[in-house]
């Protein structure tokens, strides 16, 4: 068992829509929790960071911990086409040094 | 400013060659790290350094990988005696900071993209 598990996708919505995206994970020593957007032929660029439980929001991107579950979220409100891309989530058990990544969902929103 | 630069960005080889990809991070960034991304998959960690040293690098599959830094900047990735499935993008990626107790986030280069025929 990986880790880390998430849904490859992908995952198509139109524009406008609302769209979530979830990891699991195995290892209860993870405290930082990340989501990173990749474009195709691009380095992963981090979007948002959680340390620990809870939730946390940024524009129109909101991130949820739930560490009882063992379950992580990210949630585009207002979705665009720019937001196409591949999602990586990715938890730490230090200061995010050693990091493990999910396999990523491929997003696509249609105009 | 500069971000993270990756040569070659695209690397050909044979089975059984050695090949080194090399890192450039962001000025200043003490820390370096490298992953190997295969089709389909997300980043799967190799090693960091802080500064000049190997902090962690439980995630080197085996001793035909070796990564240095020798003077605490630009890192070079060595692959001995290539192998099919050494094909992948390999990224590398800096952070600012060294300390545990807050988040060091890691700024990612576009990668090298490896083949072996």
């Known amino acids: 068992q990986k880790e880390v598990e998430q849904d490859p996708g992908p995952l198509s919505v139109p524009e406008g829509a609302i769209v979530s995206l979830n990891c699991t994970y195995s290892?209860?020593?993870?405290?930082?929790f990340m989501w990173y957007r990749q474009y195709s032929r691009k380095g992963p660029e981090l979007l948002m960071y959680t340390y620990s439980s809870g939730n946390k929001e940024d524009g129109r991107f909101t991130a949820q911990v739930d560490k009882s579950s063992k379950y992580i979220s990210l949630f585009i409100r207002d979705s665009q086409p720019s937001d196409s891309a591949t999602y990586l989530c990715?938890?730490?058990?230090?200061?995010?040094?050693?990091?493990?990544f999910g396999a990523g969902t491929r997003l696509f929103v249609k105009a | 400013g500069a971000g993270v630069s990756q040569t070659p960005s695209n690397k050909v080889t044979e089975k059984g060659k050695y090949v080194e990809l090399r890192c450039d991070p962001i000025s200043g960034h003490t820390a370096l790290y490298w992953y190997r991304q295969s089709l389909g998959q997300g980043p799967e960690f190799l090693i960091y350094f802080q500064g000049t040293g190997a902090a962690d690098d439980s995630g080197l599959p085996n001793d035909r990988f070796f990564a240095v830094r020798p003077e605490g900047s630009v890192s070079t990735l060595k692959i001995q005696r290539t192998e099919r499935g050494d094909s992948a993008v390999y990224l590398c990626?800096?952070?600012?900071?060294?300390?545990?107790?807050?988040?060091?986030?890691?700024?990612f280069g576009p990668g090298t993209r490896l083949t072996v025929l």
């Open positions: 990715a938890m730490s058990n230090t200061g995010g040094f050693k990091t493990i």
């Open positions: 990626a800096s952070s600012s900071t060294t300390v545990a107790s807050s988040y060091n986030e890691q700024f």
């Open positions: 290892n209860s020593a993870f405290q930082y």
